[in-house]
């Protein structure tokens, strides 16, 4: 086990790094970088077990675009992909992605803060087309999001 010290230095040497040789410019690195930092100590996984993308489906022309984290559990391979809406603040919970249970589109399921908040989300049956309008575990964001196909009844309609 490395100290505080060491893990806060690593942190630190990576945004650094991930901002510097980016792709997407230094900003968006940035943010990439800050939202890997911030899941990897939420979830207390390694940063060799996060990795970024940007989130095309929901891109606006605002600061801070969105960012997809995916963890990868170091035990079972799986695969749990969260949305960072507004990267570029801190206090922003995570959104876990997952199935619309109508249309099954990656849309966000739960609110994540940190590692009890995906265990409790785990330990729930999974949604079911009935499910979907009568809970008040899903994020406020699920109805709207654009992650639903445009024939899906929980999407937005325009």
């Not at 949305?83 to 603040?89: N, S």
């Not at 639903?148 to 929980?154: E, I, K, S, V």
Request: charged content about 20%.
């Amino acid at each position: 086990m490395t100290s505080l010290a060491e893990r806060a230095h690593a942190a630190a040497v990576f945004i650094r790094h991930t901002t510097a040789i980016s792709p997407h410019g230094p900003y968006r690195g940035e943010e990439h970088a800050r939202t890997a930092v911030r899941l990897a100590a939420a979830l207390g996984l390694g940063l060799d077990q996060i990795t970024t993308a940007p989130d095309w489906l929901r891109r606006r022309t605002t600061p801070g675009e969105p960012v997809l984290a995916t963890a990868t559990c170091p035990d079972t391979g799986e695969m749990y992909v969260f949305l960072a809406r507004f990267p570029i603040y801190d206090d922003e919970p995570l959104e876990l992605l997952g199935p619309c249970p109508q249309c099954t589109g990656q849309v966000p399921l739960a609110t994540i803060r940190h590692l009890a908040d995906l265990g409790t989300h785990l330990a729930r049956a999974p949604l079911t087309p009935e499910d979907a309008l009568h809970t008040n575990t899903l994020p406020d964001t699920f109805k709207d999001d654009d992650g639903h196909t445009n024939t899906c009844c929980y999407g937005e309609t325009l």
